[in-house]
């Protein structure tokens, strides 16, 4: 049943972030939007599109990284076991990555107004950088800062899920 809410983590909010800038009044999404830790540019983006020109001519793929992004001792774990987490990056990503960069901080304002939720201790997206692009782009997103939450807040402790939870239901009821 309508209305359509849509709901993304990181690239899935950016994939929801794409679809509103694009789609804009001809979705048929017209509930609510929230973002958690939506990815419009990683962190260190700078320094990994020099790598990508420098590397690109030589190299097809870039081991990846794991960090803490979650303050959940026993999904760290699991996130390293997952088998549906590359080990590498293919460097055909970041040069896609770039692209669609540009795609989104050049995109039309929408009118619609997000629901943003954001850890200040995320080491995965350049988060200063997102929220003042989607600020731009957004007609008054509602954001929630969450001190020591990192990338993962769908994976983060009780009570910070709590906490966005309960901020959640109050701009939903």
Not at 133 to 161: C, W, Y
Request: aromatic letters at 8%; proline letters at 9%; glycine letters at 6%.
């Amino acid at each position: 049943p309508q209305p359509w809410h849509l709901c993304g983590q990181s690239m899935g909010g950016a994939i929801v972030i794409d679809h509103l800038l694009h789609q804009g009044a001809d979705s048929p999404a017209q509930g609510e939007v929230i973002l958690l830790a939506p990815l419009v540019r990683p962190r260190a983006w700078g320094w990994s599109r020099l790598s990508y020109h420098a590397l690109r001519p030589f190299v097809k793929g870039i081991a990846r990284r794991f960090t803490e992004n979650s303050n959940a001792p026993a999904f760290l774990p699991f996130l390293l076991a997952d088998p549906l987490q590359p080990n590498r990056l293919p460097t055909a990503w970041v040069g896609a990555l770039a692209k669609w960069i540009t795609r989104i901080e050049r995109a039309p304002r929408s009118r619609r107004s997000p629901i943003i939720i954001q850890g200040e201790a995320d080491m995965t997206v350049d988060w200063s950088h997102n929220l003042t692009v989607l600020k731009d782009k957004f007609s008054q997103p509602q954001i929630l800062m969450l001190g020591h939450a990192r990338h993962h807040l769908a994976n983060e402790t009780p009570e910070m899920r709590e906490r966005y939870l309960d901020f959640l239901s109050a701009r939903m009821a």
